[in-house]
């Protein structure tokens, strides 16, 4: 089945959409080729390098791998896909409990499990439902030793309608009917760095690019485990709704919260967490990250590009204009 404007996206039954890359990269990121696992052996390193540098820091280093929708909805895929039944992250997770100290928070399962019951993923979207936000939670606490929070597992909300990443790429765009759950917010944030405080000044509202290096600090008086967390993810956490940095933070007492796949070791060694808990979607481990990173700066350089833009950037926003 094909759609205007529908480049990347994969159509299956009863209009449920998944994103599979402009050149197939998820198809052959989830083949079992050679390439593949080269890949894998590189994040081997680095994760095993991330866990002896987060102990010398005095801090325990947590990987958790995303996986694709595809692998927990192929159920509603209309045609043949490779490497379903074993998909990258589940192939990385085991290599990574054989040849590293790393803890580990195996999401396939308790999502696969929730899906059973019901849909874990938004159909028009590449991200989780508030069920499936919730068994991610769940898993989370559990690997980390935290107890989940009553009143996030107990989240209400009202029924809405919103045009998602994945259905605002076809033509006509498409709209969706979900949940939008929530719950009683205990937790503050008290420090958010220059590069969110730009988006929130409506400035940018509907540009890409201006979320990675994105921080932002909770901290929350009347949670019950005093253990500070450095997080870093991409959009499955850092969200000023109801994702993984507002729920950590109805857990623990204080959640840094940072946009990146990048780890910033300085800023791990100044904030002195008990946890480094790295989450990153599936589809993103097609790139091997270099750690080589200062969240702060990289924000602060966007900020003023976009504050101060150049001459050339003048000329590429007069083009795009046209």
């Known amino acids: 089945m094909s759609q205007a404007g529908a480049r ?22 989830y083949a079992d ?3 593949t696992r080269r890949l894998l052996r590189r994040w081997v390193r680095l994760v095993d390098g991330r866990v002896r540098r ?10 958790a791998i995303v996986p694709e929708k595809i692998a927990i909805h192929a159920d509603t ?9 074993d ?6 997770g085991r290599r990574l409990a054989a040849e590293t100290r790393a803890d580990l928070v195996d999401l396939y399962a308790p999502l696969r499990a929730a899906r059973a019951e019901e849909p874990v993923y938004l159909r028009t979207d590449t991200h989780w439902n508030h069920r499936g936000y919730i068994a991610a939670y769940r898993a989370l606490c559990e690997a980390l030793a935290v107890a989940p929070a009553p009143h996030v597992l107990d989240a209400t909300g009202q029924p809405a309608r919103f045009v998602f990443d994945l259905g605002g790429k076809l033509k006509p765009p498409v709209d969706e009917a979900y949940f939008a759950h929530e719950f009683p917010r205990r937790a503050q944030r008290s420090e958010a760095n220059a590069l969110v405080r730009l988006r929130e000044t409506g400035r940018v509202a509907g540009r890409g690019g201006f979320f990675v290096g994105s921080r932002a600090v909770m901290r929350n008086p009347e949670a019950a485990d005093p253990r500070r967390i450095v997080l870093f993810g991409d959009s499955y956490v850092f969200d000023q709704g109801p994702r993984l ?6 857990s623990f007492r204080e959640v840094h919260a940072i946009w990146s796949a990048e780890i910033d070791w300085a800023y791990v060694a100044a904030v002195k967490p008990d946890l480094v808990v790295y989450e990153i979607a599936e589809r993103f481990l097609r790139r091997v990250p270099t750690d080589r990173f200062s969240v702060d700066a990289f924000a602060e350089r966007r900020v003023r590009r976009e504050l101060n833009p150049t001459v050339l950037d003048r000329l590429r926003a007069l083009l795009r204009l046209r």
């Open 77 to 85: 895929l209309d045609r043949p896909f490779p490497g379903l039944a």
């Open 87 to 92: 998909p990258p992250g589940a192939r990385l």
């Open 8 to 29: 990347g996206i994969a159509v299956g039954r009863d209009g449920w959409l998944f994103w599979v890359g402009r050149s197939n990269e998820l198809v052959e990121l």
């Open 54 to 63: 987060a102990e010398s820091l005095g801090a325990r280093y947590v990987h």
């Open 245 to 250: 940095t507002a729920m950590l933070a109805e």
């Open 33 to 35: 080729s050679p390439a």
